[in-house]
């Protein structure tokens, strides 16, 4: 069983709507949770960094961690074209070793 | 703005080749990663090196070697190229937070 697990989709929106995007984790020393846009033929890019339970939002994008499920989510409001591309949740404890999902291809239609 | 270069983009080889794969970040972070990509699979962590001259291997470091010279460069190492690594292999470093990734090398082995 994966440490990380991601439904991969693919998921297709209209724009403008709401994406939730969501992941699960096994591994109860899990402190640090990321959130990564990986555009077709690049490398994955960091959008959110969060640290134990609750809540951060930057612009558009709001991630939210629930420790006591082991819940990972991330919602991106008004979602945009630009917004398509696969999202990648992963998180680790206290070592240097992340633990990936396999990754949510999203595609918002114009 | 973190920046991982990774040498080229798209590389062919023959089976039995020994393969070099070049990485080179430009923030002077300790930790340095190299994953591979594969499709329902997602990102496996092949070996990571946490300072010049060390290195540990990760999920899957059969068939792979590394090597860290200097503190900027990791460089991964097909000993003899088999048609199973076929793959897109991305590089990460990172100072201990979030890691950054290259644009990934897309490698087929004929």
């Known amino acids: 069983q994966k440490e990380v697990e991601q439904d991969p989709g693919p998921l297709s929106v209209p724009e403008g709507a709401i994406v939730s995007l969501n992941c699960t984790y096994s591994?109860?020393?899990?402190?640090?949770f990321m959130w990564y846009r990986q555009y077709s033929r690049k490398g994955p890019e960091l959008l959110m960094y969060?640290?134990?339970?609750g809540n951060k939002e930057d612009g558009r994008f709001t991630a939210q961690v629930d420790k006591s499920s082991k819940y990972i989510s991330l919602f991106i409001r008004d979602s945009q074209p630009s917004d398509s591309a696969t999202y990648l949740c992963a998180s680790r404890g206290y070592d240097y070793k992340l633990s990936f999902g396999a990754g949510t291809t999203v595609t918002v239609r114009a | 703005d973190v920046k991982v270069t990774q040498s080229s983009r798209y590389l062919v080889k023959r089976t039995g080749e020994k393969v070099f794969l070049e990485c080179v970040q430009d923030?002077?972070?300790?930790?340095m990663f190299w994953y591979r990509q594969d499709p329902g699979l997602g990102l496996r962590l092949i070996y990571f090196?946490?300072?010049?001259?060390?290195?540990e291997k990760g999920d899957i470091p059969e068939g792979y070697s590394v090597s860290r010279e200097k503190k900027e460069r990791f460089s991964l190492i097909l000993e003899s190229a088999s048609t199973n690594q076929t793959s897109m292999y991305l590089c990460a470093s990172s100072l201990g937070g979030p890691q950054h990734f290259g644009d990934g090398t897309r490698l087929s082995i004929l």
């Open positions: 923030m002077d972070h300790e930790n």
């Open positions: 591994n109860s020393a899990f402190q640090y």
């Open positions: 969060t640290y134990s339970s």
């Open positions: 090196s946490y300072d010049v001259k060390m290195k």
